[in-house]
């Protein structure tokens, strides 16, 4: 009993004489101008420690550290780079001894940083950067010799309260500002769950975002995995060039890091974006020199319109063409998809974009060595399906590019109707087409793009004409016949639509259009420019039936070549009937007669 008793009563006055030298004969503070001084050598900055620092030796051994500052480089402003208004940190003492870290309780409140750019480009973090400067830097040792295996590691809590990032971009003329208005780690020990949550802010130079969060973290206890588990997060977006002005996000996930196989894996359970519902999994492998990244993502029903931002009359009227166009006249610098291994399959109930609308969306791609690979991209649409393959190449400063496109039975009015507002053709269409090109900037797209293709469409109707009418019009005007006729529906209806075409510098070629019906049939050529939108078409109609109707004799027009002429815009065609070659055509096959009737009368002589 009285070893025990000498050996408490030697362990407190060991503590004793500890407590009364760090405060009455080693004073922290003495060492303040060493550690300016030092800063001052080694970065050319100024450390600025405003108040004293200051032991707590009860419970817990701790240190206050009041407000700090450390410069920026000269002639930079803000003058301080970072401010801290005070941090705290309170260590139990004894379980060091056995290699026990147990942190009560690390705050830290009002850390200010000032991330500055001049206007040549240089950054306020250049001179601390390694080889930035001739001054001596520390000897490097290795991990193997400072790494001191721990026993367990403990903290009671963690709180980061008012930290503001400001980013100044002064050759930009930008500022973006970041806030964390608070962080919470709750207790936490290695191998066991701990709760976290956060606040933050970002003042972005198009919009504000507000976010919070919570979930639980776990570190391993050999420190070599990491997981986040239930992070729940909310997002708002704020700025008056979204859709209504605001966009919320929600988001459900799992994270978790390996260290030692350097994987990283996020399962994505809920992810909505206003009205849109999606979940997704994304996995990382950054073991080797170019990550392997693996995306797969299921949508619901996507109705973009109602994120896309709405234009008004008075910003489209006050914005100058100089700046309308800036944005589109560079082209994307592709050259970081060298630096990705990345594999996407995405899925989509629905795709909503104007008044087009999509069904049962999938894509396959996959980027690598700078080529995004399309192997697969279809979707359903107007009872019929859309399917894309392509290749783009990024592997040059102008990217290259070559698709082969199918249309499979599509209602091709709706189509055309609820894509650009077109209403020239009704039917079941199918069209196919092989293009290549260069240059991903709008303008040059319709250029630029090589492409040939065929296409068909059945059991349809030219709208916008009705060719029967016009020849038997133009016939009654031969005849001396001026009286108006009923009027009767602008169409052309057909069996069969066909043709192929080649496009160059944005002009479609048609040399081979073709139209069946009943009635009459319809040959030619012509062009469509898609940059002007214009058309141009020289066609010969046959009549092969009778004008007058089912179960009328043979039409007296039968057999007679009758020129139409198609031109004006996409939105307006213009049609034309060359009355002077129909009443030519109708005097030679009267002539024909004539001389057939009189061959006859000879005797066949």
Not at 200 to 227: C, H, R, T, W, Y
Not at 279 to 304: Q, W
Not at 539 to 557: C, I, Y
């Amino acid at each position: 009993m009285k070893v025990i008793k000498w050996l408490v009563i030697s362990i407190l006055a060991i503590g004793i004489c500890a407590v009364l030298y760090l405060t009455v004969f080693f004073n922290v503070n003495d060492f303040k101008p060493q550690i300016v001084d030092a800063v001052k050598q080694h970065t050319g900055r100024t450390l600025t420690i405003v108040q004293d620092l200051s032991w707590s030796f009860f419970p817990t051994l701790g240190i206050n550290v009041g407000s700090i500052a450390f410069s920026n480089p000269d002639n930079f402003q803000p003058q301080q780079m970072l401010q801290v208004k005070q941090a705290v940190a309170n260590v139990a003492l004894l379980p060091l001894f056995s290699q026990q870290v147990k942190i009560d309780n690390l705050t830290l409140d009002g850390l200010t940083l000032n991330l500055i750019t001049d206007k040549k480009g240089n950054s306020s973090f250049d001179d601390l950067s390694p080889g930035s400067t001739d001054k001596p830097h520390a000897v490097e040792t290795s991990n193997n010799n400072l790494r001191i295996p721990l026993a367990s590691f403990e903290i009671g809590g963690v709180a980061i309260t008012n930290m503001q990032i400001n980013m100044i971009d002064m050759q930009a003329n930008s500022e973006q500002h970041f806030t964390l208005k608070s962080f919470t780690l709750g207790e936490f020990s290695l191998g066991k769950f701990a709760d976290m949550a956060y606040e933050f802010e970002a003042d972005l130079p198009d919009m504000k975002l507000s976010s919070s969060g919570s979930g639980k973290i776990n570190v391993s206890s050999n420190i070599d995995k990491i997981q986040i588990s239930d992070f729940s997060i909310q997002n708002v977006f704020t700025g008056n060039d979204l859709p209504n002005k605001t966009v919320k996000a929600a988001i459900l996930a799992d994270f978790s890091l390996a260290l030692d196989t350097k994987n990283i894996d996020l399962i994505i359970s809920q992810l909505s974006i206003d009205s849109i519902q999606a979940s997704a999994k994304l996995t990382v492998n950054y073991g080797k020199k170019v990550p392997i990244i693996d995306l797969t993502a299921e949508f619901g029903e996507i109705d973009l319109n109602a994120l896309l931002p709405k234009s008004t009359e008075n910003s489209e009227s006050n914005s100058e063409p100089s700046q309308q166009n800036a944005a589109v006249e560079s082209e994307p610098d592709l050259s970081g998809l060298k630096e990705l291994d990345l594999s996407v399959k995405l899925k989509a109930k629905s795709i909503k974009v104007n008044n087009l609308t999509t069904q049962n969306w999938q894509l396959n791609t996959h980027v690598k060595q700078g080529i995004i690979d399309i192997k697969q991209l279809s979707a359903e649409l107007y009872q019929g399906k859309l399917n894309v393959q392509a290749t783009i190449d990024g592997r040059n400063k102008v990217a290259s590019y070559q698709y082969n496109q199918q249309l499979e039975n599509v209602q091709i009015r709706p189509l055309l109707s609820d894509l650009a507002e077109l209403d020239l053709l009704s039917g079941t269409a199918n069209f196919s087409v092989k293009g290549k090109g260069r240059s991903l900037i709008p303008a040059k797209l319709k250029q630029q793009l090589v492409a040939n293709g065929q296409f068909e469409i059945a059991d349809g109707s030219l709208y916008g004409v009705n060719i029967p009418q016009m020849i038997r019009s133009g016939q009654k005007k031969l005849a001396g016949d001026l009286s108006a006729e009923g009027k009767q529906e602008l169409k052309t209806d057909f069996t069969s639509l066909t043709g192929g075409f080649s496009l160059l510098e944005g002009v479609l070629t048609n040399p081979d259009l073709a139209m069946a019906s009943p009635l009459i049939r319809l040959d030619g050529k012509g062009t469509a420019n898609i940059i002007t939108q214009q058309i141009d078409y020289n066609l010969v109609t046959k009549v092969v039936g009778s004008l007058a109707g089912q179960g009328a004799e043979t039409d007296p027009l039968s057999g007679i070549d009758i020129p139409l002429k198609i031109n004006g815009s996409f939105d307006e065609p213009k049609f034309a009937l060359d009355t002077q070659a129909l009443m030519k055509g109708k005097l030679n096959k009267e002539t024909d007669k004539l001389k057939d009737s009189l061959f006859k009368k000879l005797g066949g002589l």
